[in-house]
């Protein structure tokens, strides 16, 4: 079954600092994994998606993450961090064939911003 | 374009009470999923509809029901409301049946709240 875990329920950084948000998969076939961003009162906004291309993924906002099979990681990063970036940060694995529909969340990742 | 719209944006129901909440994807968009969020269980998948059928359903009672019309306009239900059921309810919409290149659009969902 696919899974994802985030390995942070929270992150706190200073502005300007970089950004690390951890995200292992579990998947039987070489997956689709994405980050979303959820801001207070918000819906959820997709930052970047991994679907089997360049392992290096570049999102909106100055985010990108990497796919390490060998790690079965997909960490989530920023160079400097800015105070708009204070969020909840969820890594998403998609199901299998025709479970692709179906997203599996990981608990998600609080970052907090400090001035 | 207009995103996706889910009303109403907050709703308070008694125990025993049913719920009808409402999702209009955005215009083109075919493929309707439904999430619950709690802070206990995080996001969960409910259902995901295509062209007015369920292709895939979560692990939820039977309580929990939904459509999608030939609009591609979708209800959820839930009937006979418990505590636990107290969640944000959020709406995906996306152009097509999924593909590993699909990317979910999210509402920013109806808060409903069980007395």
């Known amino acids: 079954a696919q899974s994802v875990t985030q390995l942070d329920s929270h992150v706190s950084v200073s502005e300007g600092t970089p950004v690390l948000l951890r995200c292992n998969y579990s998947s039987s076939y070489s997956p689709s994994l994405f980050w979303y961003v959820q801001h207070p009162n918000k819906g959820l906004q997709l930052l970047l998606k991994?679907?089997?291309?360049?392992?290096l993924v570049k999102g909106i906002n100055g985010f990108e993450a990497e796919f390490k099979k060998s790690e079965t990681s997909f960490h989530l990063t920023k160079p400097s961090a800015h105070m708009s970036d204070a969020a909840e940060y969820f890594c998403v694995v998609s199901g299998l064939g025709n479970q692709g529909g179906k997203l599996i969340f990981g608990q998600g990742t609080e970052l907090s911003v400090k001035p | 374009k207009a995103g996706v719209t889910q009303t109403p944006r907050y709703l308070i129901k008694t125990r025993g009470q049913q719920v009808t909440l409402s999702c209009s994807p955005i215009?083109?968009?075919?493929?309707v999923s439904w999430y619950q969020q709690t802070p206990g269980q995080g996001l969960q998948f409910l259902f995901e509809y295509f062209s007015e059928t369920q292709r895939n359903k979560g692990n939820f009672p039977g309580r929990f029901s939904g459509r999608q019309f030939s609009n591609s306009r979708s209800e959820m239900n839930v009937s006979t409301l418990e505590l636990g059921d107290s969640a944000l309810y959020l709406c995906?919409?996306?152009?097509?049946?999924?593909?590993?290149?699909?990317?979910?659009?999210f509402g920013q969902g109806t808060r409903l709240t069980v007395v």
């Open positions: 991994y679907t089997s291309a360049a392992t």
């Open positions: 215009s083109g968009h075919r493929s």
């Open positions: 995906a919409s996306s152009l097509d049946v999924w593909q590993p290149n699909t990317e979910a659009f």
